[in-house]
């Protein structure tokens, strides 16, 4: 059994910081991508930030230059910092990894609980 475990959401002030974590545990052989969705009310779910295992980062345009995405394969984990926070970053934010489980030849998607990110202006 595979699991994702989030934590680090909370209220925050704009132009404040909050740091995401997302640690990966179970019946794990490897994984690839590890990355952060997050879904405002009324609005899609988006891809916020995404890490391959050899460290090639992709960004969402508006996240850029104030949020950094790192991973420790270690342990597992993947870390979202996010900086100069905006009302408009507002949001579940998702943790999601693409896992091999072992004894398994398929790459699976596998998605956290959901944490909340609130700003307020």
């Known amino acids: 059994q595979v699991q994702l475990v989030e934590s680090g959401g909370g209220l925050v002030q704009a132009g404040g910081s909050l740091r995401l974590s997302c640690a990966a545990s179970?019946?794990?052989?490897?994984?690839?991508?590890m990355g952060w969705y997050r879904q405002a009310p009324g609005k899609q779910r988006e891809l916020v930030a995404a890490?391959?295992?050899?460290?090639?980062?992709n960004y969402a345009d508006s996240v850029k230059g104030r949020f950094t995405i790192s991973r420790d394969n270690a342990k597992n984990t993947v870390y979202l910092q996010m900086n100069g926070l905006k009302p408009e970053d507002t949001a579940v934010y998702y943790c999601?990894?693409?896992?091999?489980?072992?004894?398994?030849?398929?790459?699976?998607?596998?998605w956290g609980q959901g944490t909340q990110v609130t700003v307020s202006s």
């Open positions: 999601n990894a693409d896992i091999r489980p072992w004894n398994s030849g398929y790459l699976y998607g596998y």
């Open positions: 179970g019946s794990i052989s490897s994984i690839n991508t």
């Open positions: 890490m391959a295992s050899g460290g090639t980062t």
